[in-house]
């Protein structure tokens, strides 16, 4: 009984440690991909974050940002009645409900009046409230207005202007969140122009990387790039080097996930952006595919890895 035991029981120490050493390496590539999951949820997320704070007029930008992008309303030339427009500021993606921010978002809303023919404004908002400019800035200062998460919200801004102002006035309104932690590091930000419809409208295009205030680009895993116009509608082309990819995500929010292998191969992604359509501005994860390359970079020298154009389109 005892010999024919023995190869039973080598037989099961045998299994055992095959059984040990197939774990062991499912484990190791189950680590490896939660690792590359996480590296590239880091700018993902970023992404969804500043994605869900989003407006009619104004566009998200890097908090600490200089120069803000115009906009441009347009109004009859033969007009000498007041003018009426409103700036919304939601928290969810532009256009899409479904992508609403989980967190609530407290902002202050300035809107600041320069060139116009009043010795002062008012804008009107919430249920019928009004703040009326009261400095010699002409500047009118809501503080501490919330959109609460998990539910779409929207706030409302109206806003007034005599037709002696239209080709005049300029008029920079920014949201500024209490924390902009809660939106990644992002502001909504314009300077509108209210115009006749025989002003010549002002166009332009920029490519960003919002990550550069802080750090280097070897520190991070991936980086949002925004890219925005001022001033109508345009097709807008993005290429990249193969140290970088781009998030196959933003593909499909575009709709051209039928077009990814192509796009991904020529590392080329061309789409149009439009003002009126609210689809100005957006944040584009890339991630980082080639580590030791991109730490020899930096920030100025990113701008070789990815690049972005605009052509303005009638």
């Known amino acids: 009984m005892k010999i024919t035991q023995k190869p039973k029981w080598k037989m099961i120490f045998i299994a055992a440690l095959c059984l040990t050493g197939i774990l062991a390496l499912a484990g190791g590539s189950l680590s490896i991909y939660n690792n590359q999951a996480v590296q590239r949820g880091v700018a993902r997320n970023k992404d969804n974050e500043s994605a869900r704070f989003s407006s009619n007029y104004l566009q998200a930008c890097a908090n600490g940002t200089a120069t803000y992008p115009s906009r441009t309303i347009t109004f009859s030339s033969d007009t000498t009645a007041d003018q009426t427009f409103e700036i919304y500021v939601y928290n969810y993606a532009n256009g899409n409900e479904n992508l609403v921010s989980q967190k609530d978002i407290t902002y202050t809303m300035t809107i600041r009046f320069e060139g116009g023919t009043k010795d002062s404004y008012t804008v009107t908002y919430g249920n019928g409230q009004s703040k009326t400019t009261t400095d010699q800035n002409l500047t009118c200062t809501i503080p501490n207005m919330t959109l609460t998460g998990r539910t779409p919200q929207q706030h409302t801004y109206s806003i007034t202007i005599p037709a002696a102002d239209l080709d005049k006035v300029q008029i920079t309104a920014t949201a500024v969140p209490n924390s902009v932690a809660v939106t990644n590091n992002q502001i909504l930000a314009a300077v509108i122009v209210p ?3 025989t002003s010549e409208e002002t166009f332009s295009y920029k490519g960003v990387f919002t990550d550069a205030s802080a750090g280097t680009p070897g520190d991070y895993d991936g980086f949002n790039y925004e890219v925005s116009i001022s001033g109508g509608k345009a097709q807008a082309t993005i290429t990249w080097k193969d140290v970088v ?17 192509d796009i991904l191969s020529k590392k080329t992604l061309t789409f149009i952006m439009d ?30 890895i990815i690049t972005f154009s605009a052509e303005q389109q009638s």
Request: charged fraction near 30%; charge should be positive; hydrophobic fraction near 30%.
């Open 195 to 197: 115009c006749t419809g």
């Open 245 to 261: 990819e781009i998030d196959p995500f933003f593909l499909k929010k575009l709709g051209m996930e039928k077009n990814e292998k």
């Open 275 to 304: 003002q009126s359509a609210g689809t100005s501005d957006y944040l584009i994860p890339f991630y980082i595919k080639n580590k030791n390359e991109i730490s020899k970079k930096s920030w100025a020298d990113m701008n070789s």
